[in-house]
């Protein structure tokens, strides 16, 4: 036979198709029917072959049937007039006593996809629907699918869609599930299928007939259902309960995605739902599909997010193996940083010590980033495993360390210390530029305990010429400034070059803009420099948290089961932005409160006690005199560790009444005690709450676990405020700033607090006490079962304030703003 992409191909094979004696032959037939299909999949166009194809499929033969339907079906759409000659033998193969012949007609009438044969498939199709053999009827319901999908536009055939509704109660079970992704497609405009109660008992009751993706397809459509009752509800659930842990994991995520969503207002229910495919997922984990292993590892992380603990006594389980691909490897350890405890910390740290020299360069970057987000918990561990990797002296390993350093002692400022002698001689080292820029930036926040720190930039300052790298030159730029700041004598000369070479020399705009600053800034002097460039070295409160905050499973719900968690960046822990916030000051017009100068307040009066009536004022009476239109600035500045908070907190307690001439020896100090009515503050997530915080300079040091009570957390700040001091009448007046600093913490007990007192304490002993109305109504509990939801609409928030030394004008202020804050967060509901 000639080449197969020439003409004579063509020719030949037509030869061959109208010679009776190879007709007459079943089997010669069927081989030159075969030898078409295998020059068409080779790309050679036989489209003129169409006529004598459509006379090869009037065959008995079911082989050479399929073989001509791939034919038809492929170049159906190229003669659209010559198809019309095929729909005669296909109406007649649909009334074939076989029915296997009677479902490959309906399919190949459906994939023609020509809308000038519609009006001929309808009735085959309708006919198909009521046949007895359930391979037809399989066809046929999908039929109609396609057929809906040739005419988007036009009106849907009630009859057809209510043949398929019945088809749904079909013995045969893909039969059903067929019907489900038929009413999909044909209803998607009015939200698809409708699912009720009787649908979705029946559903669940035959969900064991289905196959595993039958089972899916089912699962996934019921999230639509929304039960009307708490019976219907647990109904459900138990019908669910069993594919929970069913051995096949598309099925059993699928059920669990359901069950989520049914008991997204049943946190218990869900937690134990969570709890019960732990079995299930761990199994996953040791399964031989790499893909199945890498998903199911994603979705324990997610897991994680909500439920810390669910796999801490597994956690052996997610060591890595020498086979594994890295991308297993990684996510494993990241999995790992979240399960360390007290018990386990120094097993896992040895075997992500094992992995620091994995032949993977990004796996053992990994191993040191993951050592690294341990290390804020327990850091002289980790710090000795860092330090001693950089003895390895490989390149990619301390530019690892490097990085994970700056990051350890942002968080963890003890750490300070060990990091800066480990740095010392690791330039040479360091060939890529996050490394390098690791390194400056420790040199620049650390230099002034760094001996050789001017030595090393120097050596950097040498070769900027042959810097290609745009953010170490502005890293270079930043660290030469500010050890200029702490050490100029050995300083000097050398930023001297660098700012002529940035300025005159160099051709890259950011970094000349960079150095052209630094240089105008200097000529204002060396403090205001200092104000710009010597902000927090570390962020302490980031190490303290009390882990990471338990997210609510309705957060992620919906992502369960999707691609979402296969994202590589889907779960991080918080993020360490090493910058130090500006200073936040409100200005707050004359006569009026602070919490109006806030945008976000809103107008409206609050009361705590039943008799109590106030004006436009605060949710409990305030004590102290109104402040006046003074500007009130609150700063981060100076950073308090947890144990300065602790012991200051604890040193400046209440006196007793009865305490006599001891008070005379006690520091200046105020004590506030109120209650903030904030509804469902104690349902706001930790970390919207700090960054609410943060944006006003409020720092949180620590808090408890979400849906923990008693509920608490603490908080401080630093306050200014500028007085105008009048020196004589004529004088002017002279601005004296006023600086105080305010420790807080927020309580809430699960109950209303019925008594509110403010107590303060000065070096005469003076005692302010003011009580309010201990009538208060007990709220009712409403208690769903399995979720334990109690209303809190009415619960208060207990404020203990501390401040030293004394400014009761300072301290209404900043009551104010915290009240605004609180209450901004619970009416937003987040």
Same mark, same amino acid.
């Given at each position: 036979?000639?080449?197969? %992409?020439?003409?004579?191909?063509?020719?030949?094979?037509?030869?061959?198709?109208s010679n009776p004696n190879v007709?007459?032959? $079943?089997?010669?037939?069927?081989?030159?029917?075969?030898?078409?299909?295998?020059?068409?999949?080779?790309?050679?166009?036989?489209?003129?072959?169409?006529?004598?194809?459509? @006379?090869?499929?009037?065959?008995?033969?079911?082989?050479?049937? @399929?073989?001509?339907?791939?034919?038809?079906?492929?170049?159906?759409?190229?003669?659209?007039?010559?198809?019309?000659?095929?729909?005669?033998?296909?109406?007649?193969?649909?009334?074939?006593?076989?029915?296997?012949?009677?479902?490959?007609?309906?399919?190949?009438? !459906?994939?023609?996809?020509?809308?000038?044969?519609?009006?001929?498939?309808?009735?085959?199709?309708?006919?198909?629907?009521?046949?007895?053999?359930?391979?037809?009827?399989?066809?046929?319901?999908?039929?109609?699918?396609?057929?809906? =999908?040739? +005419?988007?536009?036009?009106?849907?055939?009630?009859?057809?869609?209510?043949?398929?509704?019945?088809?749904?109660?079909?013995?045969?079970? *893909?039969?059903?599930?067929?019907?489900?992704?038929?009413?999909?497609?044909?209803?998607? /405009?009015?939200?698809?299928?409708?699912?009720?109660?009787?649908?979705?008992?029946?559903?669940?009751?035959?969900?064991?007939?289905?196959?595993?993706?039958?089972?899916?397809?089912?699962?996934?459509?019921?999230?639509? &259902?929304?039960?009307?009752?708490?019976?219907?509800?647990?109904?459900?659930?138990?019908?669910?309960?069993?594919?929970?842990?069913?051995?096949?994991?598309?099925?059993?995520?699928?059920?669990?995605?359901?069950?989520?969503?049914?008991?997204?207002?049943?946190?218990?229910?869900?937690?134990?739902?969570?709890?019960?495919?732990?079995?299930?997922?761990?199994?996953?984990?040791?399964?031989?599909?790499? /893909?199945?292993?890498?998903?199911?590892?994603?979705?324990?992380?997610?897991?994680?997010?909500?439920?810390? %603990?669910?796999?801490?006594?597994?956690?052996?389980?997610?060591?890595?193996?020498?086979?594994?691909?890295?991308?297993?490897?990684?996510?494993?350890?990241?999995?790992?940083?979240?399960?360390?405890?007290?018990?386990?910390?120094?097993?896992?740290?040895?075997?992500?010590?094992?992995?620091?020299?994995?032949?993977?360069?990004?796996?053992?970057?990994?191993?040191?980033?993951?050592?690294?987000?341990? %290390?804020?918990?327990?850091?002289?561990?980790?710090?000795?495993?860092?330090?001693?990797?950089?003895?390895?002296?490989?390149? &990619?390993?301390?530019?690892?360390?490097? +990085?994970?350093?700056?990051?350890?002692?942002?968080?963890?400022?003890?750490?300070?210390?060990? *990091?800066?002698?480990?740095?010392?001689?690791?330039?040479?080292?360091?060939?890529?530029?996050?490394?390098?820029?690791?390194?400056?930036?420790?040199?620049?926040?650390?230099?002034?305990?760094?001996?050789?720190?001017?030595?090393?930039?120097?050596?950097?300052?040498?070769?900027?010429?042959?810097?290609?790298?745009?953010? *170490?030159?502005?890293?270079?730029?930043?660290?030469?400034?500010?050890?200029?700041?702490?050490?100029?004598?050995?300083? $000097?000369?050398?930023?001297?070059?660098?700012?002529?070479?940035?300025?005159?020399?160099?051709?890259?705009?950011?970094? &000349?803009?960079?150095?052209?600053?630094?240089?105008?800034?200097?000529?204002?002097?060396?403090?205001?420099?200092?104000? *710009?460039?010597?902000?927090?070295?570390?962020?302490?409160?980031?190490?303290?948290?009390?882990?990471?905050?338990?997210?609510?499973?309705?957060?992620?719900?919906?992502?369960?089961?999707?691609? %979402?968690?296969?994202? +590589?960046? =889907?779960?991080?822990?918080?993020?360490?932005?090493?910058?130090?916030?500006?200073?936040?000051?409100?200005?707050p017009k004359s006569n009026t409160?602070?919490?109006? !100068?806030?945008?976000?307040?809103?107008?409206?009066?609050?009361?705590?006690?039943?008799?109590?009536?106030?004006?436009?004022?605060?949710?409990?009476?305030?004590?102290?005199?109104?402040?006046?239109?003074?500007?009130?600035?609150?700063?981060?500045?100076?950073?308090?560790?947890?144990?300065?908070?602790?012991?200051?907190?604890?040193? $400046?307690?209440?006196?007793?009444?009865?305490?006599?001439?001891?008070?005379?020896?006690?520091?200046?100090?105020?004590?506030?005690?109120?209650?903030?009515?904030?509804?469902?503050?104690?349902?706001?997530?930790?970390?919207?709450?700090?960054?609410?915080?943060?944006?006003?300079?409020?720092?949180?040091?620590?808090? !408890?676990?979400?849906?923990?009570?008693?509920?608490?957390?603490?908080?401080?700040?630093?306050?200014?405020?500028?007085?105008?001091?009048?020196?004589?009448?004529?004088?002017?007046?002279?601005?004296?700033?006023?600086?105080?600093?305010?420790?807080?913490?927020?309580?809430?007990?699960?109950?209303?607090?019925?008594?509110?007192?403010?107590?303060?304490?000065?070096?005469?002993?003076?005692?302010?006490?003011?009580?309010?109305?201990?009538?208060?109504?007990?709220?009712?509990? @409403?208690?769903?079962?399995?979720?334990?939801?109690?209303?809190?609409? $009415?619960?208060?928030?207990?404020?203990t304030l501390k401040q030293h030394?004394?400014?009761?004008?300072?301290?209404?202020?900043?009551?104010?703003?915290?009240?605004?804050?609180?209450?901004?967060?619970?009416?937003?509901?987040?």
């Open positions: 036979m000639p080449y197969l %992409g020439s003409e004579e191909t063509v020719k030949e094979l037509r030869r061959a198709l007709q007459s032959d $079943q089997l010669r037939y069927r081989n030159i029917v075969l030898k078409v299909i295998r020059a068409m999949s080779q790309g050679v166009d036989v489209s003129s072959l169409f006529s004598e194809m459509v @006379k090869a499929c009037a065959t008995v033969d079911i082989v050479q049937k @399929k073989l001509v339907y791939v034919f038809l079906c492929s170049y159906a759409t190229v003669n659209p007039e010559l198809s019309l000659l095929v729909i005669n033998t296909l109406r007649k193969d649909c009334q074939d006593p076989n029915p296997m012949v009677r479902s490959l007609a309906l399919r190949n009438m !459906t994939n023609l996809r020509l809308p000038s044969l519609v009006e001929y498939v309808e009735q085959p199709l309708m006919t198909g629907l009521r046949d007895r053999a359930a391979c037809v009827r399989r066809v046929a319901v999908l039929g109609w699918a396609k057929l809906y =999908n040739l +005419q988007t536009r036009s009106e849907i055939d009630a009859s057809v869609v209510n043949e398929l509704y019945n088809l749904l109660r079909d013995p045969d079970p *893909v039969v059903m599930v067929n019907c489900l992704r038929a009413l999909e497609e044909i209803l998607k /405009e009015e939200g698809g299928v409708a699912i009720n109660k009787p649908i979705t008992h029946h559903l669940l009751n035959r969900l064991k007939e289905c196959d595993i993706w039958g089972q899916c397809e089912v699962l996934r459509i019921l999230q639509r &259902h929304r039960p009307q009752s708490e019976d219907e509800l647990f109904d459900i659930l138990s019908l669910l309960d069993v594919s929970l842990v069913s051995p096949h994991p598309p099925v059993m995520a699928a059920t669990l995605s359901l069950f989520l969503g049914l008991s997204s207002g049943l946190p218990a229910v869900s937690k134990a739902a969570i709890e019960r495919v732990r079995g299930p997922l761990l199994a996953i984990c040791g399964s031989a599909s790499r /893909e199945m292993r890498f998903a199911a590892i994603c979705h324990i992380q997610l897991l994680l997010c909500s439920i810390p %603990g669910l796999m801490g006594a597994h956690y052996k389980r997610f060591f890595c193996g020498y086979a594994e691909p890295s991308y297993i490897k990684q996510r494993k350890m990241k999995v790992l940083v979240e399960l360390v405890n007290d018990e386990n910390v120094a097993m896992v740290l040895d075997e992500l010590k094992g992995y620091c020299t994995d032949v993977n360069t990004d796996t053992a970057q990994a191993a040191i980033t993951a050592i690294g987000r341990i %290390g804020r918990s327990y850091s002289d561990k980790c710090l000795e495993i860092l330090t001693g990797l950089l003895g390895l002296k490989q390149e &990619h390993i301390i530019s690892a360390v490097m +990085q994970t350093m700056c990051d350890l002692v942002w968080v963890c400022p003890q750490c300070s210390e060990t *990091v800066c002698v480990a740095v010392e001689g690791c330039e040479e080292m360091l060939l890529d530029s996050q490394g390098r820029q690791a390194l400056l930036w420790l040199l620049g926040m650390y230099g002034e305990f760094v001996s050789s720190a001017p030595y090393t930039l120097e050596t950097f300052i040498d070769g900027v010429r042959s810097e290609a790298s745009l953010g *170490v030159k502005m890293e270079l730029l930043t660290a030469t400034m500010r050890i200029f700041l702490c050490r100029p004598a050995e300083t $000097q000369d050398m930023l001297g070059r660098l700012l002529h070479y940035c300025i005159e020399e160099e051709t890259n705009m950011c970094v &000349h803009d960079q150095a052209l600053l630094y240089y105008r800034l200097l000529h204002c002097g060396i403090e205001e420099t200092r104000k *710009v460039l010597q902000g927090r070295r570390s962020d302490p409160s980031l190490g303290v948290l009390i882990g990471r905050p338990a997210e609510p499973i309705s957060q992620w719900a919906s992502s369960f089961n999707t691609l %979402g968690p296969l994202k +590589q960046n =889907n779960v991080e822990m918080e993020s360490t932005s090493r910058k130090t916030p500006e200073l936040v000051t409100f200005e409160d602070l919490r109006d !100068t806030l945008t976000c307040e809103p107008e409206e009066n609050f009361h705590s006690g039943s008799d109590r009536t106030t004006e436009k004022t605060d949710s409990c009476t305030p004590v102290l005199p109104s402040s006046p239109g003074l500007p009130l600035t609150l700063s981060l500045s100076p950073a308090l560790s947890p144990e300065e908070f602790e012991h200051m907190w604890l040193e $400046q307690q209440p006196p007793q009444s009865e305490q006599g001439d001891g008070m005379s020896k006690e520091e200046d100090y105020l004590c506030l005690e109120e209650c903030l009515r904030c509804p469902n503050i104690f349902d706001c997530s930790p970390k919207s709450l700090q960054a609410a915080m943060q944006l006003v300079n409020i720092q949180m040091l620590a808090f !408890t676990p979400p849906n923990t009570l008693p509920w608490r957390v603490y908080l401080y700040t630093h306050t200014q405020q500028s007085n105008s001091v009048a020196d004589t009448p004529h004088s002017s007046s002279v601005r004296d700033v006023q600086h105080t600093l305010i420790l807080g913490e927020l309580q809430y007990s699960g109950k209303g607090n019925k008594k509110h007192a403010i107590k303060g304490s000065i070096s005469d002993g003076e005692v302010v006490t003011k009580d309010w109305d201990d009538e208060r109504e007990e709220e009712e509990e @409403k208690v769903v079962a399995y979720g334990l939801r109690t209303d809190r609409t $009415q619960d208060e928030v207990k404020v030394p004394k400014d009761e004008q300072v301290l209404k202020g900043f009551i104010s703003i915290l009240r605004t804050l609180l209450h901004t967060l619970s009416s937003e509901g987040v």
